[in-house]
């Protein structure tokens, strides 16, 4: 195998009893109605049922004895209006549904319903997961509706085909290609997106080259969204802001892109600007009806942006939003915004540009926070913005690639820091107040403006993610965005069933393996709190070059004072977490020197001081390097051959690499700290 049938493998289910149960109740499939979407869910059940089982079963149009699998809406399906079940299918939405074991004109059936032909999409993955993972499926009574409207997938792909902190090779989007070919890949990537429920992407980087808005990509762009409409994923654009511009026009930094129009400016307030947009808004919806909206970068990292013109985020964004409104697409604008002379320490610097913004953008803006207020660390504390904008939809950016966590080399499941952050407290309505609650409530309740982006993993690599791993992590961001209250360990499982095998030992093992290697991967590159500690290249240790910057090391201490003594940035919190994150005796250890310059010798809950505290982290998260290989080499004969290989360098290499970072790391603050000698 070759890793590209992902977590869809559909392999024949071992243990012959389950399968024989799996045959009796599934002897033929019903499904009424002939949309896109219910003919897609048809397809996947046919596929997935032939390999699971070991052979088809017959499509049939009506239930015809006992063990039809039934699957339609109230509108496509007699059998499913009949049931009656109309209110609850439209209480859990059209993308909910329901999975029930009933009975039709007094036979067994089992029933896939939803009031929408994507919710029946859903219910029939839900459905092969069950049997993937071995669960009976008897007696079922599923009611699932996911918790968050918009589920992204951002891709930061580029139109020379290379993507920005990929690691998994080319982009999928062959552009020189489009539109005349779609490659058949396409719809493998939809399937893949669909079983997991993520329902949006974003094609190209935030970095965004205004191209894409051109009439000629716009064709290739609709060629795409054509590929992936029957599997409920929409599509979004990144848009540059400067795309009214003409091509090329300065060769300042600030206007490194140029754009594609003959406009003097890109201000938001020019009327000739806003109706560039408006007119864009409608070329772009005459091809793609459903079009999503777009993604924003501007005035961020030398992307042009509405401050080029004295003008503020709000302005940008909403003149863009006008564009959008009346085709029902949204506009979701980045906040990693970070400008110098908004504060010395740049992570304050996010909340103090976006919060005296709160409730001033329009109904369809969404402000886009990363999940840390620095960029994709390790760990990070959730970012302040979250509980600190009730008037705004927020909609968290978190990284599925891995560019700070050892790429496509290191096995890291990110389901765990994913959850870190989704249930943090923030306090901002009392206790409970959590991430992930206020995500999930848009403010005053508008409909479709809730949601959570993911930055693609995915490429053009024959596993698609560059490591058998990785793919856990596509996997897991589509079930957490789903359902934010699903604990890692059950995302992990699952995965491990549907990637692996449904034996024991494997399951058991390859969860291990994953539910701990988040915390090693902090521990080998940024335990207790520290951050950037990386090299130009995001991903060998880089010490010296930050030293100063994010954090201090000399024979004193180490850490970063942004206590009410320091930069205040705790002040951006609520309480408790101000004044207990104010203290170094009551700040969680693993982000003290995130808050903190302390002394090497300040003891820690454990006793250690923080010196051998660092150096025993250092020591764990390399060690774990070992541990995976030894937890892999149990399974060498029980997974197929070439996957188990391929792994097994790739755990190889995670092992050098993380002693490697172990060593810099401790010979670094050794030096600093005067504890060892420098140098040598
Ligand atoms: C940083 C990446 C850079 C991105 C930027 C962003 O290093 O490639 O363009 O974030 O998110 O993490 O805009």
Known sequence: ESGYDLWLRYVGVEDAALRRAYASRITHLVVQGASPSLRAAAGELERGIRGLLGAGVPVEAEVRGQGALVVGTPASSAIVRHLGWGRELDALGPEGFVIRSTRVADRPVTIIASSGDAGALYGAFHLLRLLQTG??????????RPRLARRMLDHWDNLDGTIERGYAGASIWRWAELPARID???????????????????????????????????????????????????????????????????????KKWGGIGSLPTADPLDPRVARWWREKADEIYRLIPDFGGFLV????????????????????????????????????????????????????????????????????????????????????????????????????????????LGRATHLVYLAPMWKEFLDADTHARGAGSTVAR????????????????GVANVGADSDWTGHHFAQANWYA?????????????AVAEEWARMTWSNRPRVVRTVESMMLGSWEAAVSDMTPLGLSLTVDGQHYDPGLERREGEYWHADSLGIGYDRSSRGSDYVGQYHEPLRRLW????????????????????????????????????????????????????????????????????????QRAHALRWRDASVAYFGCRSGRTRCGG
């Open 135 to 144: 669960r009976p499926i008897d007696t079922l009574r599923v009611a699932e």
């Open 184 to 254: 058949p890949r396409l719809v493998d990537y939809a399937r893949a997106n669909a079983s997991i429920g993520i329902n949006g992407v974003v094609l190209n980087n935030v970095n965004a080259d205004p191209r894409v808005l051109r009439a000629d990509y716009l064709a290739k762009v609709a060629a795409i969204a054509s590929a992936l409409r029957p599997y409920n994923v929409r599509v979004y654009l990144s848009a540059n802001f400067g795309a009214p511009l003409p091509p090329s026009s300065t060769p300042d930094a600030m």
């Open 297 to 404: 970068k501007a005035s961020s990292e030398g992307m042009p942006g509405p401050q080029d013109y004295g003008r503020s985020h709000v302005d940008g964004a909403n003149m863009l939003a006008a564009a959008l409104a009346p085709h029902g697409g949204v506009v979701m604008w980045r906040a990693f915004v970070y400008p110098k002379n908004a504060d010395p320490d740049r992570v304050k610097r996010g909340y103090k540009e976006f919060v005296p913004l709160d409730g001033r953008f329009a109904a369809n803006v969404f402000v886009q926070p990363k999940n840390g207020p620095l960029d994709f660390q390790p760990r990070e504390p959730f970012n302040p913005l979250f509980g600190a904008m009730p008037d705004t939809p927020l909609m968290p950016e978190l990284q599925i690639t891995q560019e700070y």
């Open 438 to 453: 206020i995500v999930e409530r848009a403010p005053n309740g508008t409909s479709g403006m809730t949601g959570i982006a």
């Open 477 to 489: 961001f589509g079930r957490l965005a789903w359902d934010p209250s699903l604990p890692s360990d």
């Open 582 to 653: 104010d203290e170094p005796a009551t700040t969680p250890p693993e982000l003290l020197l995130w808050f903190h310059r302390v002394s090497w010798d300040f003891r820690l809950p454990n006793g250690r001081t923080v010196w051998a505290e660092l150096v025993h982290r250092y020591d764990d998260g390399a060690r774990y390097g070992d541990d995976l290989l030894a937890s892999w080499r149990t399974l060498a004969g029980d997974v197929d051959a070439r996957r188990w290989r391929e792994v097994q360098d790739r755990l190889e290499q």
